[in-house]
Nanobody, 122 residues
Framework: QVQLVESGGGLVQPGGSLRLSCAAS????????MRWYRKPPGKQRELVAS???????NYADSVKGRFTISRDNAKNTMDLQMNSLQPEDTAVYFC????????????????WGQGTQVTVSS
């Protein structure tokens, strides 16, 4: 019904930048909060940033001032601009969204993308 597809990951040197994108498609009636999570190697998944449909944002302390989350409600897309990347930012980054579909307009369902690898290394 709903698919989330991330793009933009890759290998970058410390201090560099990357921009991740997430595109939602399918029988979408509306999207509430969208989030970026990441799973560093050998660690648990953690919330990186979130953005509501009204564009209120929240960030993990570890990325404040370096990452910027944004979204385009008309296109059902979300981006994560990552600056001043450090080796500890290395992880698989996942897109997550709370979605109402046309077949279920009365409750939100959480959907996940397949993830995109970000590697920060010299």
């Amino acid at each position: 019904q709903v698919q989330l597809v991330e793009s933009g990951g890759g290998l970058v040197q410390p201090g560099g930048s990357l921009r991740l994108s997430c595109a939602a498609s399918g029988t979408i009636f509306s999207i509430n909060t969208m989030r970026w999570y990441r799973k560093p190697p050998g660690k648990q998944r953690e919330l990186v940033a979130s953005i509501t449909s009204g564009r209120s944002t929240n960030y993990a302390d570890s990325v404040k001032g370096r990452f910027t989350i944004s979204r385009d409600n008309a296109k059902n897309t979300m981006d994560l601009q990552m600056n001043s990347l450090q080796p500890e930012d290395t992880a698989v980054y996942f897109c997550n969204a709370d979605v109402r579909t046309y077949s279920n307009r009365f409750s939100f369902t959480a959907y996940w993308g397949q993830g995109t690898q970000v590697t920060v290394s010299s």
